[in-house]
């Protein structure tokens, strides 16, 4: 299993994660979630995967995680943004005021995506670098 230490950290990590792309989506989302722009759409999702793995990767090699580590931290640094953001949703009016439903939809659905690729970097690639292998 892992340490308390850097369970912590995951879930530490995962909300400050969270807050940056609330934060980014809250001022910048009336220009990276335009309904009716597909390119636009895309661009966004294809984006999400090197950025998604990079932020894994840095929290990996930072603590220097083992591959059953991994797993485990990608799961907690997940969960804590999962639990934040089921708030976000509940209040969405307040903390995304100029948000349309279209747009919420496919908010909603860019958080599947990045949250099941952070969940995906905790597993593959197997070898990292800078990572410890074993």
Known sequence: MISRRLALWAV????LIWFEATA??????????VPGNT???VAVFVLTV????AIGWFFFAAFQTRPIERAVTAILICASGLVADSFVFVWIENVFPIMSATQERIF???????????LLSGI???RLP?????
């Open 39 to 41: 390119v636009l759409t």
């Open 108 to 118: 909603a659905s860019w958080l599947l995506w990045a949250y099941g690729l952070g």
């Open 130 to 134: 800078r990572v410890p292998a074993a």
């Open 24 to 33: 980014i989506v809250r001022w910048l989302g009336n220009y990276v979630l």
């Open 12 to 15: 530490a990590y995962g909300l």
């Open 124 to 126: 593959w690639p197997v």
């Open 50 to 53: 090197p950025l998604v793995f």
